[in-house]
């Protein structure tokens, strides 16, 4: 959903370097390590790894706390989406959500774009239990929820977390190119588009090679 639905990244960046400071991990960090993973994955990463200064309920109030701005105020939805789930209906091409937010937050989002009820599911990897991304099981899950073969599926994704966890699950995958992933390894993707019009034509086109339709 972020960053690939709605221009979140972008607006998450920085409020995730603020978290990274206050968390007292700043230095040792940077927030392309962490976007595009569950937060409390996140959280569990840093202990491994580093010695963050706040507990695992603290770090999440943090993003809690900032998610309605970042949602309901900052961020825009993809040019031109609504017009692509509506060629998508056409098809009969069934869709998911994949995302490693929060249901408070999807719903946030959902509702100030007009997108209640324009998906087929929306697939949580914290509400199935599963591992998040970058591990494949939240594609995995979506799949079998749309009655789809993954390898017959198209992914769209902007994170490096993401598009690894798609890779993973043998989905096609689509990296959209932004502002917020100019260093990020992509490299997993089958291919990459470099805008919404770019995103467009490539999604139709990958649903027509694997006859997604």
């Known amino acids: 959903m972020d960053g690939v639905i709605v221009d979140s990244e972008r607006y ?47 770090y999440f109030d943090l993003f809690d706390e900032r998610a309605k701005a970042v949602y309901t105020e900052h961020a825009d939805l993809l040019d031109g989406f609504h017009d692509l789930l ?32 324009r998906f087929d599911d929306v697939v949580n990897a914290a509400d199935l239990d599963v591992p998040g991304k970058p591990d494949p099981d939240i594609y995995e899950a979506a799949a079998d929820a749309l009655g789809v073969p ?5 992914v769209v994704e902007d994170s490096e977390h993401g598009v690894l966890s798609a890779s993973r699950a043998g989905a096609h995958v689509i990296a959209l190119e932004t502002t917020v992933n100019d260093e990020m390894d992509l490299s997993p993707a089958d291919e990459r588009a470099s805008d919404a019009a770019d995103l467009r034509q490539r999604v ?9 339709d």
């Open 86 to 117: 509506d060629e998508l209906d056409a098809r009969g091409v069934p869709t998911a959500v994949c995302t490693s937010s929060f249901p408070d937050w999807i719903e946030m989002a959902f509702d100030a774009h007009g997108l209640t009820g």
């Open 12 to 58: 998450w960046r920085d409020e995730i370097e603020a978290i990274l400071e206050a968390a007292g991990v700043g230095d040792d960090v940077d927030p392309e390590d962490v976007i595009g993973a569950n937060v409390y994955d996140q959280y569990d990463w840093l202990t491994d790894e580093h010695d963050p200064t706040i507990t695992r309920a603290e």
């Open 150 to 154: 993954v390898t017959e599926c198209v």
């Open 204 to 212: 139709l086109a990958a649903l027509d090679a694997t006859g997604s």
